[in-house]
T-cell receptor
Framework: NAGVTQTPKFQVLKTGQSMTLQCAQDMNHNSMYWYRQDPGMGLRLIYYSASEGTTDKGEVPNGYNVSRLNKREFSLRLESAAPSQTSVYFC????????????FGAGSRLTVL | AQSVTQPDIHITVSEGASLELRCNYSYGATPYLFWYVQSPGQGLQLLLKYFSGDTLVQGIKGFEAEFKRSQSSFNLRKPSVHWSDAAEYFCAVGPGGGAQKLVFGQGTRLTINP
């Protein structure tokens, strides 16, 4: 099984450009998440989807939108990229039970000039 | 508010030495606690987790962690580190049921001296 797959792995944007990060999981997990990782700040939750058809804001949602396309796919969109959005983005998924654990993708490194 | 503090940003130990990485949390309910490891350029891999029961939990790669409710701590330990343990380590806390909206610590970068 591939687990959690993110595309693209690297992207360079200019300020004001838009882009979408794609995420897909093949583990039949119900919940999916987008985190960003910045030096010295750990990982911070941007948006999550507890189940297909629902999305909710996390700790740092400003400047982002998400779409839970189906049970497998959860995309993150930057409508007008800003240098402050330069970061490494991680998608993760989990089952909705008390013993569930997040499985992470390999990450997408985004640079906004 | 939920929070996780990893007091040590960077730790250097010699190969074969013992290791302890500190994690303190603030959480309103019974916490579900995790340690993840991230090798350079990679995603995060689960080392171990604590939900309930025995407060000393064993994980992969010879790691263990102890939950101490009175100290709000969940420190990670390894008796003898290997060069391959060089990585960044993250402690996280979450609600358990439903969507796992984990709150992560800042991370501790581990360097191993040969």
């Amino acid at each position: 099984n591939a687990g959690v797959t993110q595309t693209p792995k690297f992207q360079v944007l200019k300020t004001g450009q838009s882009m979408t990060l794609q995420c897909a999981q093949d583990m039949n997990h119900n919940s999916m998440y987008w985190y960003r990782q910045d030096p010295g700040m750990g990982l911070r939750l941007i948006y999550y989807s507890a189940s297909e058809g629902t999305t909710d804001k996390g700790e740092v949602p400003n400047g982002y939108n998400v779409s839970r396309l189906n049970k497998r796919e959860f995309s993150l969109r930057l409508e007008s990229a800003a240098p402050s959005q330069t970061s490494v983005y991680f998608c993760a998924s989990s089952r909705p039970s008390g013993a569930n654990v997040l499985t992470f993708g390999a990450g997408s490194r985004l640079t906004v000039l | 508010a939920q929070s996780v503090t990893q007091p040590d940003i960077h730790i250097t130990v010699s190969e074969g030495a013992s290791l302890e990485l500190r994690c303190n949390y603030s959480y309103g309910a019974t916490p579900y606690l995790f340690w993840y490891v991230q090798s350079p350029g990679q995603g995060l891999q689960l080392l171990l987790k604590y939900f309930s029961g025995d407060t000393l939990v064993q994980g992969i790669k010879g790691f263990e962690a102890e939950f101490k409710r009175s100290q709000s701590s969940f420190n990670l330990r390894k008796p003898s580190v290997h060069w391959s343990d060089a990585a960044e380590y993250f402690c996280a806390v979450g609600p358990g049921g439903g969507a796992q909206k984990l709150v992560f610590g800042q991370g501790t970068r581990l360097t191993i001296n040969p």
